[in-house]
């Protein structure tokens, strides 16, 4: 990647004549959404709520052409592609007219962290709003010109049109400083049956130099004059460097410098070969005092039940006495640590210049790690800009941060010239914040009816998000000789929640009751991870209504509709189930089995339904998932392409996560640094097919799609294992060695 233009955000809204729209009060939806007249002022939607001025999300230029901003970070969503669609449907105009910009501490909105499914929902909905709302700007101002009335104004290719053939460009329009405006609180959406970029499969822009070999990731960055650095961690949670003889790593070919700041400890070359050699050298000649004391791997329910001090919620409560129930189970799951496994080691570029500091990363929250990366170097935020720039696949929070701060401590160590760190494959694998260990619990009784009466529900497990907005949640700063300390875990308020996001039922039970058991601390380093607790609550609460209605001796498809009113997510359920050919008392080929399951994400974000077909080795124990058929709900759906991409990819992730992964530990150090000690899914085991059904809902608004399917995928899996061998695994993952025991049991 050659060096890129740094745009500054006063720079680039400079020049003559530019309409910047944003909101300070819209509705994303104002067919569905207008408040009666005597109610207070709409809630602006999405991001628009917390950055309502005019430059936030949308630039035209005199010269008609157009940027979008948000301050969103493709992480391989491809919402780059449905935002460019959704502006150039609002504004009519062509879509390769358009150019997005992401997530930049200098010209983008402050949008937080690029979590939990928020996207569309908050950007996209911000992007829509601005984009119809500009349109109705320049229509105005067209009718003002023209002297004819708006209403006999269309708008088209970038211009508006009069009925006689006169017509202005947007550029033309702009030229007169059509600046600052205050946005109205309801906005004149195009009526969806018009769409004609929104809804249509655009391939997304961001694969052609992902497939070619091209420019795509920050991996790829090279800028002039660029040193190359690597970090030498310690081999364990708390080790203390106590020696560490450099005279002759200072002496290597390419060594520029050696950094030590307490317990951290780099080096920094001309060339990348000669970091990674000076590193090895350099790891031989550290000396560290160990002092992790980690709990056996092995009592993993009895650590989290028990060992770990709780807070503990009871989060959800119904009851009706007149409902009682008489045949009752239990069941306890368990989920262990696992790892983000992103393919690409972490990476950033960072340069301390003039007194300030850039930092090029991966990281999620440009904004977060700008306050952290300032907190931790003693700097004002404002004299830290942080680029996202794509980095390794991975939803939620993997080594991208702390690579940024390794870069930026390293680089003002070396002032003017940019510093590129790459992390290595076992500092990856030893190092990021893992998804955090789980364990559920549930009992439930079914009445004389065959329904469920009772319901509870428990689970243990902690904040599942220690992302970076202080300095403490960074590794450098925590290695530091002026330690920053690691902020105390808080649970996430509900109703998305963290650990026990998707804990509450979404089914209508007459009694109900769900417990968190929030464990402030865990043994090991943890943090956010795609759909967060959703993965495994949905993965209980799925698997323990098949063996609900195994106990009542009814069919799992139709059991679940029993217990489920919205019709929303009625439809996905059928939808899923019709693409599949399931069928009432269905029977599975030899060693074949078929599962089911279902999920609202958070219960407020996308439907999902699964419907799965594995196949078992009896004698291996190897479980293979041949087929598996989805249908989603996400209101309006933007590129379908790219609705299907993300529940392909929740379905062959999850697939992995619940077949194979799982960090291990021995009483000191993580033991799981390779792909040999952490084992995913091969491209030998991924499924045959994968059918995708989409249920759109024109004109409703947008749903986070990007975590629905995990907790489905994993049970729908798991209840096909159970079916076609007659046995129910409940600890994952759900390994060949598992599933052998349980054949053989």
Request: a neutral charge.
């Amino acid at each position: 990647m050659n060096a890129p233009v740094i745009l500054d955000r006063r720079r680039l809204l400079q020049g003559s004549g530019a309409l910047i729209v944003s909101f300070s009060l819209s509705n994303a939806f104002a067919q569905d959404q207008a408040a009666p007249a005597a109610a207070p002022a709409p809630k602006p939607p999405g991001s628009l709520a917390t950055s309502p001025y005019l430059d936030s999300w949308l630039r035209i230029d005199a010269d008609g052409g157009i940027t979008v901003f948000t301050g969103k970070a493709e992480l391989g969503q491809g919402f780059k592609t449905a935002f460019q669609q959704i502006a150039a449907e609002q504004l009519d105009v062509a879509f390769g007219s358009l150019k997005v910009v992401t997530a930049d501490t200098k010209l983008t909105a402050n949008e937080g962290y690029t979590s939990g499914s928020h996207s569309m929902q908050d950007s996209g909905t911000a992007i829509l709003n601005a984009a119809a709302q500009a349109r109705e700007l320049l229509i105005a101002e067209a009718a003002r010109r023209l002297d004819v009335p708006a209403e006999n104004l269309r708008t088209e290719s970038g211009a508006v049109i009069a009925a006689d053939g006169r017509k202005l460009s947007y550029g033309e329009l702009v030229a007169e400083d059509m600046l600052h405006v205050q946005a109205q609180p309801v906005s004149k959406l195009k009526d969806p049956a018009t769409f004609k970029v929104m809804g249509q499969s655009i391939p997304r822009v961001d694969i052609p130099a992902k497939v070619t070999g091209g420019v795509a990731y920050v991996q790829d960055l090279r800028l002039p004059d660029m040193l190359h650095a690597r970090v030498a961690r310690p081999p364990s949670y708390g080790a203390e460097l106590t020696d560490c003889d450099t005279a002759a790593i200072e002496k290597l070919p390419g060594v520029v410098k050696l950094v030590r700041d307490g317990n951290f400890l780099a080096v920094v070359a001309a060339k990348e070969f000669q970091a990674v050699k000076a590193l090895r050298a350099l790891e031989g000649a550290a000396k560290w005092k160990e002092n992790a004391r980690l709990p056996n791997e092995g009592e993993l329910l009895s650590v989290l039940t028990t060992k770990l001090p709780s807070k503990d919620f009871a989060i959800f409560e119904r009851s009706d006495p007149s409902v009682t129930g008489q045949k009752t189970i239990e069941a306890t799951y368990t989920r262990p640590y696992q790892s983000h496994g992103s393919i690409g080691p972490s990476c950033a570029v960072a340069q301390f210049a003039d007194g300030a500091m850039t930092v090029w990363s991966h990281t999620q929250g440009v904004y977060p790690d700008r306050a952290a990366i300032a907190e931790m170097l003693r700097m004002l935020p404002q004299s830290v800009r942080v680029i996202h720039v794509e980095g390794s696949g991975c939803y939620g929070h993997n080594g991208a941060d702390d690579a940024a701060a390794d870069a930026a401590l390293i680089a003002r160590a070396v002032p003017g010239r940019p510093v590129r760190v790459q992390w290595m494959r076992e500092q990856e694998h030893a190092w990021e914040p893992y998804g955090p260990a789980m364990v559920t619990k549930l009992k439930a009784s079914l009445g004389s009816d065959g329904k469920i009466a009772d319901w509870n529900f428990a689970v243990w497990s902690n904040t599942h998000s220690m992302r970076p907005g202080g300095a403490g949640c960074l590794l450098a700063a925590q290695h530091m000789a002026q330690p920053f300390a690691v902020p105390a875990a808080k649970p996430l308020p509900l109703p998305e929640g963290g650990g026990d996001r998707n804990a509450i039922p979404i089914y209508s039970f007459p009694n109900a009751h769900v417990m968190h058991h929030f464990l402030p601390d865990m043994p090991v380093r943890i943090s956010a991870m795609r759909a967060l607790g959703a993965y495994h609550n949905v993965f209980s609460i799925e698997s323990f209504m098949d063996e609900l209605a195994d106990l009542a001796g009814a069919d799992p498809v139709e059991f679940r509709l029993k217990h489920l009113d919205d019709p929303r997510g009625r439809d996905v359920i059928t939808k899923a189930a019709e693409g599949f050919g399931w069928k009432k008392g269905q029977r599975a080929p030899q060693d074949r089995g078929y599962g089911f399951a279902f999920a609202r994400y958070k219960n407020l974000a996308a439907y999902c339904a699964i419907a799965s077909e594995v196949e078992v080795n009896r004698e291996t124990g190897r479980a293979r998932l041949v087929r598996a058929v989805a249908a989603v709900d996400s209101g309006q759906v933007v590129n379908p392409d790219g609705l299907i991409n993300q529940i392909e990819g929740a379905i062959v992730q999850s697939t992995s996560w619940t077949l194979y992964e799982s960090v291990t530990f021995d009483e000191t150090r993580i033991t799981s640094i390779d792909w040999q000690t952490y084992p995913i899914l091969r491209f030998d085991a991924v499924p045959e097919k994968i059918e995708v059904h989409i249920i759109n809902r024109p004109g409703k608004p947008f749903l986070g799609s990007g975590e629905t399917g995990q907790g489905p995928a994993a049970a729908s899996l798991a209840n096909a294992i159970a079916n076609a061998t007659g046995k129910r695994l409940r600890d994952l993952p759900l390994t060949r060695k598992r599933i052998k025991d349980a054949i053989d049991a």
